[in-house]
T-cell receptor, first 114, second 118 residues
Framework: NAGVTQTPKFRILKIGQSMTLQCAQD?????MYWYRQDPGMGLKLIYY???????DKGEVPNGYNVSRSTTEDFPLRLELAAPSQTSVYFC?????????????FGQGTRLTVV | AQKVTQAQTEISVVEKEDVTLDCVYE???????LFWYKQPPSGELVFLIR??????QNEISGRYSWNFQKSTSSFNFTITASQVVDSAVYFC???????????????FGKGTKLSVKP
């Protein structure tokens, strides 16, 4: 049982390049999330999904896109990378939307845009 | 508005000292949950505890204890006899009904970096 797996762990992008951050979970969780963590700023919600085929914007969605074609996978797409997207990205999943349900996090992807 | 405030950006203590990490939250919901997560230097986020809004009983788990007070909207975390392995960034989070448009999304504080020196 691997939990939540993110790839890659590190990546350097040039301004204007695009890339996809991969996230997969093997816990059959319906709810999945993408957060970004900036130094001293905590985690901000980018996008979330409540099930396959259903996604919605979080607090900071600009510059990103997501898709959810399967329960397991929730990739995050950056189309035109900008220096402001330099951050650590975390994918998370939850069993359900209950307020008490803990989130399980991946190891994070450290992205630098130069 | 939903908000979590961790006013302490960084704390440095010497091993075996007790340390308290503060967390103050804002929400208009009457039902909500509070969480603490630990982020060690390796980077992953580790769940520590959850507490619901109707349960103000303090919780103790080994050297860790949590004090939840609705009257002051606080959910503070105390480490007793701190150890070097406790060095990490600690996040307080609120699970609220209406953040980001969906029930249960977590709202995080900015985190408190704890350094425990030998």
């Amino acid at each position: 049982n691997a939990g939540v797996t993110q790839t890659p762990k590190f990546r350097i992008l040039k301004i204007g390049q695009s890339m996809t951050l991969q996230c997969a979970q093997d816990m059959n969780h319906n709810y999945m999330y993408w957060y970004r963590q900036d130094p001293g700023m905590g985690l901000k919600l980018i996008y979330y999904s409540v099930g396959a085929g259903i996604t919605d914007k979080g607090e900071v969605p600009n510059g990103y896109n997501v898709s959810r074609s399967t329960t397991e996978d929730f990739p995050l797409r950056l189309e035109l990378a900008a220096p402001s997207q330099t951050s650590v990205y975390f994918c998370a999943s939850r069993m359900d939307a209950g307020l008490n349900t803990e989130a399980f996090f991946g190891q994070g992807t450290r992205l630098t845009v130069v | 508005a939903q908000k979590v405030t961790q006013a302490q950006t960084e704390i440095s203590v010497v091993e075996k000292e007790d340390v308290t990490l503060d967390c103050v939250y804002e929400t208009r919901d009457t039902t909500y949950y509070l969480f603490w997560y630990k982020q060690p230097p390796s980077g992953e986020l580790v769940f520590l505890i959850r507490r619901n809004s109707f349960d103000e009983q303090n919780e103790i788990s080994g050297r860790y204890s949590w004090n939840f007070q609705k009257s002051t909207s606080s959910f503070n975390f105390t480490i007793t006899a701190s150890q070097v392995v406790d060095s990490a960034v600690y996040f307080c989070a609120l699970s609220a009904l209406n953040y980001g448009g969906s029930q249960g999304n977590l709202i995080f504080g900015k985190g408190t970096k704890l350094s425990v020196k030998p």
